[in-house]
């Protein structure tokens, strides 16, 4: 059995707060790393507003327009999706929680590239824009600007967490 | 008078910006001017949000949507207290830069508010 460290007696949930340090908790429980302090925060902040913003967006559009440009607004909300998912492993923290950050991160970078490239070469398969149409020029680049950003506190937060 | 108070808000939201900025630049966290002048800035927000809603009562329609107005009009509100609570968690420059670039995605957002009231 290797579930030893993951008994229900080590809390999972509390890690938030500064009194889950009790003396009761296992010294062999590993600490998980912080992802959110210093330029962290800035981070959850950015990637929580592109949440709201992805997924209220091609909510909007899919309930209301979807026949106008279905794959331009399933590409919004798949979009949202990765920004909550990258925006839960910041807040959880953690080693695994940090390592699959970076891989959305990656697939983040790679998803506004290779969008960002079609909707330049082929307008005509967007008759509406997503998140991520022209770089995200429409929400100021933060789109390209943030998962360069987030890979790089990612794999700095592993040095120091070590 | 919507247009207005648009107006204020975004200028509002860039001064915020730029306080914070300043006391990111010296290395300091948020402290309770600044917190003050979020609330300032809400309270701003809050009147949009109201008056917005009001407008619409009255039989007003904005240009692109009730819907997206309504949204937009709620995300505006809910900006500067997010961003201020998460510096209230990180008691460092970073929690400055937090509340700064709140209230830059402010900034926006009033824009976005004043294409989509049509104004």
């Given at each position: 059995m290797t579930a030893t460290e993951e008994?229900?007696?080590?809390?999972?949930?509390?890690?938030?707060?500064?009194?889950?340090?009790?003396?009761?908790?296992?010294?062999?429980g590993p600490k998980r790393a912080r992802l959110i302090s210093g330029p962290g925060i800035l981070l959850v902040w950015l990637y929580g507003v592109m949440v709201v913003g992805a997924v209220s967006r091609s909510a909007v559009q899919i309930s209301t327009?979807?026949?106008?440009a279905p794959l331009a607004y399933s590409l919004s909300a798949v979009a949202g999706l990765v920004y909550g998912f990258i925006t839960y492993s910041l807040v959880r923290g953690g080693e695994t929680a940090r390592r699959a950050a970076l891989v959305c991160c990656a697939a983040e970078l790679a998803g506004v590239l290779v969008v960002g490239t079609w909707t330049l070469a082929e307008?005509?398969?967007?008759?509406d824009a997503t998140v991520w149409s022209d770089y995200g020029m429409g929400y100021l680049f933060i789109p390209v600007l943030l998962p360069l950003s987030a890979m790089y506190w990612l794999r700095k937060a592993r040095t120091t967490a070590g | 008078m919507f247009d207005a108070l648009t107006a204020a808000t975004a200028v509002a939201a860039l001064a915020l910006a730029a306080w914070c900025g300043w006391a990111a630049h010296r290395d300091q966290p948020t402290k309770d001017w600044h917190f003050i002048g979020m609330a300032v800035v809400s309270l701003l927000a809050l009147v949009q949000l109201v008056i917005g809603v009001v407008q619409l009562a009255r039989g007003e329609k904005p240009e692109q949507g009730t819907t997206i107005f309504v949204a937009y009009l709620i995300g505006a509100f809910a900006c500067i207290p997010a961003a201020g609570f998460m510096s209230l968690a990180e008691r460092t420059r970073w929690g400055s830069v937090t509340v700064a670039a709140g209230g830059i995605v402010l900034a926006v957002l009033e824009v976005r508010l004043y294409d989509i009231w049509g104004g």
């Amino acid at each position: 059995m290797t579930a030893t460290e993951e008994n229900p007696i080590a809390p999972r949930d509390g890690q938030d707060g500064p009194g889950a340090q009790g003396p009761a908790e296992p010294a062999a429980g590993p600490k998980r790393a912080r992802l959110i302090s210093g330029p962290g925060i800035l981070l959850v902040w950015l990637y929580g507003v592109m949440v709201v913003g992805a997924v209220s967006r091609s909510a909007v559009q899919i309930s209301t327009q979807f026949d106008k440009a279905p794959l331009a607004y399933s590409l919004s909300a798949v979009a949202g999706l990765v920004y909550g998912f990258i925006t839960y492993s910041l807040v959880r923290g953690g080693e695994t929680a940090r390592r699959a950050a970076l891989v959305c991160c990656a697939a983040e970078l790679a998803g506004v590239l290779v969008v960002g490239t079609w909707t330049l070469a082929e307008p005509s398969a967007f008759p509406d824009a997503t998140v991520w149409s022209d770089y995200g020029m429409g929400y100021l680049f933060i789109p390209v600007l943030l998962p360069l950003s987030a890979m790089y506190w990612l794999r700095k937060a592993r040095t120091t967490a070590g | 008078m919507f247009d207005a108070l648009t107006a204020a808000t975004a200028v509002a939201a860039l001064a915020l910006a730029a306080w914070c900025g300043w006391a990111a630049h010296r290395d300091q966290p948020t402290k309770d001017w600044h917190f003050i002048g979020m609330a300032v800035v809400s309270l701003l927000a809050l009147v949009q949000l109201v008056i917005g809603v009001v407008q619409l009562a009255r039989g007003e329609k904005p240009e692109q949507g009730t819907t997206i107005f309504v949204a937009y009009l709620i995300g505006a509100f809910a900006c500067i207290p997010a961003a201020g609570f998460m510096s209230l968690a990180e008691r460092t420059r970073w929690g400055s830069v937090t509340v700064a670039a709140g209230g830059i995605v402010l900034a926006v957002l009033e824009v976005r508010l004043y294409d989509i009231w049509g104004g």
